[in-house]
T-cell receptor, first 113, second 116 residues
Framework: AQSVTQLGSHVSVSEGALVLLRCNYS??????LFWYVQYPNQGLQLLLK??????LVKGINGFEAEFKKSETSFHLTKPSAHMSDAAEYFC???????????FGQGTRLTINP | GAGVSQSPSNKVTEKGKDVELRCDPI?????LYWYRQSLGQGLEFLIY????????KSGLPSDRFSAERTGGSVSTLTIQRTQQEDSAVYLC??????????????FGSGTRLTVV
């Protein structure tokens, strides 16, 4: 079985500040991990993913995430927040042999000017 | 098509009425998923279709919910005798066969259902 926990349903940062969105997972198989972003009134868009190989993955819009097996984490970061980053972010897990993705509850990111 | 298309984008219905939500996946994508997004509830898996295999209906919340996929392409999610708690955004996603686990899905923009 797989599950995802996103710590913090709402995160607020100032423009230019570091963005850190937390994701912890549980998986009985080596995980594949994803971050999706949802802008208002839109569907979800893939930001980045980890399957195998390098544990630091880079995605679109300057975001990156690091897979830490020992901590069962896949936190999303961006060095400097921009107003356009305001959105809802979802972490998801699957794994080899899995038929579907399991999503976290989502974190709403607000950027303060 | 170029992306996953869902219709209608918004639907307001009276309690007790039936509704049909449509999803047209990316051409060639054999896997199709329905999720429900309720306020503060994240994404809840509803049903999964893969080719000619029997669908995984394990996420359907009640027997008022059903879905079909005709010709391996378009899918319709039907909610009978709608209740206010059915109000949510219903998201459809598709992927190439066997690749969802490693590559993720492509999502549609969703149908916002409001039951009044």
């Amino acid at each position: 079985a797989q599950s995802v926990t996103q710590l913090g349903s709402h995160v607020s940062v100032s423009e230019g500040a570091l963005v850190l969105l937390r994701c912890n997972y549980s998986s009985s198989v080596p995980p594949y991990l994803f971050w999706y972003v949802q802008y208002p009134n839109q569907g979800l868009q893939l930001l980045l993913k980890y399957t195998t190989g390098a544990t630091l993955v880079k995605g679109i819009n300057g975001f990156e995430a690091e897979f830490k097996k020992s901590e069962t984490s896949f936190h999303l970061t961006k060095p400097s927040a921009h107003m356009s980053d305001a959105a809802e972010y979802f972490c998801a897990v699957s794994g080899q042999g899995a038929q579907k993705l399991v999503f976290g509850q989502g974190t709403r990111l607000t950027i303060n000017p | 098509g170029a992306g996953v298309s869902q219709s209608p984008s918004n639907k307001v219905t009276e309690k007790g009425k039936d509704v049909e939500l449509r999803c047209d996946p990316i051409s060639g994508h054999t896997a199709l998923y329905w999720y429900r997004q309720s306020l503060g509830q994240g994404l809840e898996f509803l049903i999964y279709f893969q080719g000619n295999s029997a669908p995984d209906k394990s996420g359907l919340p009640s027997d008022r919910f059903s879905a079909e996929r005709t010709g391996g392409s378009v899918s319709t999610l039907t909610i009978q005798r709608t209740q206010q708690e059915d109000s949510a955004v219903y998201l459809c996603a598709s992927s190439l066969e066997g690749q969802a686990a490693a590559y993720g899905y492509t999502f549609g923009s969703g149908t916002r259902l409001t039951v009044v």
